[in-house]
């Protein structure tokens, strides 16, 4: 099955084909960072007229890519949910228009499901069950991953997530947006020791995240050091991925389990890549990432998962339907075990 994947959950367009044999022919992603950024964030209107703009070119170059024709997609998969409503409407519009003039089946896919099965785009595949990490702006999420389809969350963030931290740390430090890449990159030439910042509900039982407190933990230090930006960004991205480590060993150790699939956006932080590769060799874990680049939002994870669903029936109807906020913890799902 050829499954065309489109993803316009925030401020990426992301379109790809998932061949459920051949594994991935072609994707292209398109960022709006140079469109958002002399506003330091997403806007919600722009970015769904930009994905207005891109997405039916996009369309035609990735098939193009792929050497297929319209006629040889067996099914269209979009991002229905969590996301801007706007912007997921453009891809859910489309997507569904397309299946219906093309007269094969459509699925919404929930974006954060996308980020748990990205790491099966690659050669080097987790098995069932493992633990899943979830870290991006929006979200930071622990995850029992029993088999596709079937998630229990463990622990999540009550504030901001692990993403969202970094933007908002980097720009109380006055880096460019986005925050997140710029204050990693900043924290290379810095101090990791020279501050000591809190680990939020690391001293408490149970799997949640807290974060906020380390924005203005770093807010208040800038004030003392206003001289020590690289310092302080060092500090930062310590306090946040030892965190994240403490709670996945935690977590690790209650389940019993022998494989970590990391992805979203913060996942190819590089610091977070290092340490947590010294823990699963320590904890004799497998530990599983996304490549680079599908650590972002993009298509091909979103193609993938409404892959998986397509081949086990699964299916909409004509209605279009888009969530803003929607629980991983409540999707039905007819999945088995099997790849």
Known sequence: MRVLGIETSCDETGIAIVD????????????????????????????????????LPMIERVIEKAGLRTEDIDGVAYTSGPGLVGALLVGATLGRSLAYAWNVPAIGVHHMEGHLLAPFLEE????????????????????????????????????????????????????????????????????????????PMTDRPGLDFSFSGLKTFALNTLQENPDAKADIAAAFEDA?????????????????????????????????????????????????????????????????????????????GLEIEVKARWSLDSLSSRFSSDV
């Open 20 to 55: 459920s044999e051949k594994g991935l022919l072609a994707h292209e992603l398109y960022s709006q960072v140079a469109l958002h950024a002399e506003y330091g964030g997403v806007v919600p209107e722009l970015a769904s007229r930009d994905h207005i703009q891109k997405i």
């Open 124 to 199: 080097r595949q987790p098995e069932f069950p493992f633990l899943a990490l979830l870290v991006s702006g929006g979200h930071t999420m622990l995850i029992d991953v029993e088999a596709f389809g079937k998630y229990r969350v463990l622990g999540e963030s009550v504030d901001d997530a692990a993403g969202e931290a970094f933007d908002k740390t980097a720009k109380i430090l006055g880096l460019s947006y986005p925050g997140g890449p710029a204050l990693a990159k900043l924290a290379l030439t810095g101090d990791r020791k020279r501050f000591k910042f809190p680990r």
């Open 240 to 316: 946040v991925v030892n965190t994240l480590r403490i709670k996945c060993e935690r977590a690790l150790k209650e389940g019993m389990y022998r494989q970590l699939v990391v992805s979203g956006g913060v996942s190819a932080n590089l610091y977070l890549r290092e340490l947590f590769d010294k823990m699963g060799a320590e904890h004799g874990v497998d530990v599983f990432y996304p490549r680079q680049e599908f650590c972002t939002d993009n298509g091909a994870m979103i193609a993938f998962a409404g892959c998986q669903r397509l081949l086990r029936g699964e299916h909409v």
